[in-house]
């Protein structure tokens, strides 16, 4: 499976929704402390669906500060939205030559931006969310936020639209509270307590617009219904130490896919009992970034501190050549 070797630590990895051999990765210098960034992007050749593929790099752009996040556009191809750690969220259009990047560095927060997603229904807006404890609603053509969403307590780790309603997020705060929201809302429609420590990732069911995951500093992932949310749907443990993110499938409804602190990558289905169904250690260093292709069913991609980035099937090894 290949493998792609960055100069600095890997924070974040997406594939893209139009192309399904193109992938960006988002990496900070010193494990994110000090120091630039770079945003690359990469290319799987010839096809996912070839054994002996190998990853290379198509373009790559530097920053002053280390990139947290990153996300592709729903509507333009070559678009790429990167969280950076300045407080700064840069857009960049790969259609463009490197001189000509960022086409835009929308500077409102106060600290660093911890992620980006981009709205799959309405394609044209996007949250940002950071540790100055809010996160903002941008769309691609005004040069300031439209709304800056202020209530959590604490750093603000993740939002992530919901994959079937235009105006509803959820937000994964320090403060170990997930909120849900809606744009058309004054404030947050629900606060759930979902983790005694830390929540630094959340994600939605791409088949059931109501269930929600959350990844904590606790080791777990829990799955809320947000109908009635009083006790979990499911709670799966495995992880030995915090888990950084979730991602549901974008292929099968109950699979949610995790990385850890632990160093390892977690397939799990919260329907069945023994819930647990794959684990990956092929990372030496805490794996930090996941997505699972929305083109290409079972196929992975994970990074991690240890400045590589993975590209796999499920039920493969990653580190086989």
């Not at 790099?57 to 002053?64: K, P």
């Not at 990047?101 to 940002?128: A, C, Q």
């Not at 794996?287 to 991609?301: E, F, N």
Request: proline fraction near 5%.
């Amino acid at each position: 499976m290949p493998v792609f070797k960055a100069p600095f630590n890997g924070y974040s990895v997406k594939f893209s929704p139009f192309y399904e051999s193109q992938l960006a990765v988002a990496t900070a210098q010193n494990f994110g402390i000090l120091g630039n960034g770079r945003l690359h992007v990469l290319q799987l050749s010839p096809t996912p669906s070839n054994p002996s593929q190998s990853i290379t790099e198509i373009s790559s752009f530097d920053t002053a500060d280390g990139v947290y996040d990153c996300c592709w556009s729903e509507s333009h191809d070559s678009l790429i939205v990167a969280a950076v750690a300045d407080g700064s969220v840069k857009l960049y259009d790969l259609s463009l030559p490197p001189t000509a990047n960022p086409i835009r560095s929308l500077h409102e927060h106060t600290r660093e931006v911890h992620s980006v997603d981009y709205n799959v229904v309405r394609k044209d807006s996007f949250l940002s969310s950071s540790w100055d404890d809010t996160i903002k609603l941008w769309t691609v053509d005004r040069p300031a936020s439209v709304r800056t969403f202020k209530e959590h307590a604490y750093c603000v780790y993740s939002a992530a639209w919901n994959p079937r309603h235009a105006d509803v997020f959820a937000s994964a705060s320090g403060d170990c509270t997930a909120r849900i929201w809606d744009v058309r809302e004054p404030g947050s429609t629900m606060i759930l307590p979902a983790h005694e420590f830390e929540i630094l990732s959340c994600d939605w069911n791409k088949y059931d617009d109501c269930v929600i995951a959350t990844a904590s500093v606790d080791k777990s992932i829990k799955v809320w219904d947000v109908r009635s949310f009083r006790v979990p749907v499911a709670v799966l443990n495995g992880h030995g130490y915090a888990v950084r993110k979730v991602k549901f499938s974008p292929h099968r409804g109950s699979v949610i896919a995790s990385c850890s602190y632990d160093m390892t990558v977690c397939l799990w289905d919260y329907m069945v009992e023994d819930s647990l169904i794959g684990r990956y250690d092929h990372h030496t260093e805490f794996a930090v970034g996941l997505d699972m292709s929305v083109l290409v069913d079972g196929l992975l991609a994970s990074t991690g501190w240890d400045e590589l980035v993975y590209v796999w099937q499920h039920g493969m090894d990653p580190r086989a050549p």
